[in-house]
């Protein structure tokens, strides 16, 4: 991996040409305590897109992987968030970029998308459907599932579901909760209806925590919906149907 600073936070990346020739590059956005390598290397997201002749970055948000680490929840808005994927697409000289984030990574792609929409040449966004607006999801108590001394102090399934994930990752716990904290905004109707870019929303049929894919689509002017037939929030993700799906859009976008 390399680093570079983002405003005074040191931002892990990797940056994997294509198999064949120069190509179009696409940055890649993970969820919320995950990492680069659990979102997009694990899944065969990288070998699919470098297969199909595309340039992938991928970075680990702050607070996650090999990134800096800060515990005050304000370090972490979803615009402060969109910035370090701004500053690296500048790092890499890279003018203009496709960009995929899955769920919290989603929520940072709609924000990169809005404040620079010179600067995405569309934007990808799984896991995230009408909940980028409405605001609802995640249950509230994932920040205390974080500190809590054990895993068996948690009553609530979801967020003992993202205590465990967050343990197998290897994350800092602390930094997670203040990212929780402070990475919730929203985006209001008027909002998403002045993203220019081509969007694709892509959520499992089955997937109770990022809201209606069709809904938020209908929102966007250039957008469209992907279901994942029988695909919940986690397994969503790396799901054929969801690749096939993200490959054809790539293709006959503008």
Same mark, same amino acid.
């Given at each position: ?8 936070v ?9 198999k ?8 890649l956005?993970h ?6 390598i ?8 990288v070998?699919?897109l470098?297969?199909a002749g ?6 680990d948000?702050?607070?996650h992987g090999?990134?800096?680490?800060l515990?005050?929840p304000?370090a972490?808005?979803?615009?402060l968030?969109a ?7 500048d ?11 899955y769920?919290?990574g989603?929520?940072?792609t709609a ?5 620079h929409?010179?600067?995405v040449r ?7 459907g ?5 605001? $609802?999801? %995640?249950? *509230?108590?994932i920040p ?5 001394? #054990? @895993?068996?102090?948690i ?5 003992r579901m993202?205590?465990v994930?967050?343990?197998q990752?290897g994350?800092?716990? $602390?930094? %997670?909760? *203040?990212?929780m904290r402070?990475?919730?905004?929203t985006? #209001? @109707?008027?909002?998403?209806a ?16 990022a809201?209606s ?11 469209r919906a ?8 986690n397994?969503a993700?790396?799901d ?5 799906g993200?490959?054809e859009f ?5």
């Amino acid at each position: 991996m390399q680093t570079f600073d983002s405003d005074g936070v040191s931002i892990a990346y990797i940056d994997v040409p294509p198999k064949e020739g120069a190509a179009d590059p696409i940055l890649l956005i993970h969820g919320f305590a995950s990492n680069h390598i659990v979102n997009w290397v694990n899944t065969s997201w990288v070998r699919t897109l470098t297969g199909a002749g595309r340039r992938v970055i991928a970075l680990d948000n702050r607070g996650h992987g090999r990134s800096g680490k800060l515990y005050d929840p304000e370090a972490y808005g979803s615009d402060l968030m969109a910035e370090d994927a701004r500053r690296l697409l500048d790092h890499l000289g890279i003018p203009r970029a496709d960009v995929m984030g899955y769920s919290m990574g989603a929520r940072i792609t709609a924000f990169l998308a809005l404040a620079h929409p010179d600067r995405v040449r569309s934007a990808l966004l799984g896991g995230l459907g009408l909940h980028l607006v409405e605001g $609802r999801g %995640l249950p *509230a108590g994932i920040p205390e599932a974080m500190e809590v001394p #054990s @895993r068996d102090d948690i009553t609530d399934p979801t967020a003992r579901m993202f205590r465990v994930f967050a343990e197998q990752t290897g994350s800092d716990l $602390r930094a %997670l909760a *203040a990212c929780m904290r402070g990475s919730r905004q929203t985006l #209001s @109707r008027a909002e998403v209806a002045q993203i220019e870019v081509p969007v694709l929303v892509a959520v499992g049929t089955t997937d109770t925590v990022a809201g209606s894919g069709p809904a938020l689509a209908a929102l966007i002017p250039e957008a469209r919906a992907l279901d994942i037939p029988n695909r919940d929030h986690n397994l969503a993700v790396g799901d054929k149907v969801h690749k096939a799906g993200v490959l054809e859009f790539l293709d006959a976008r503008p």
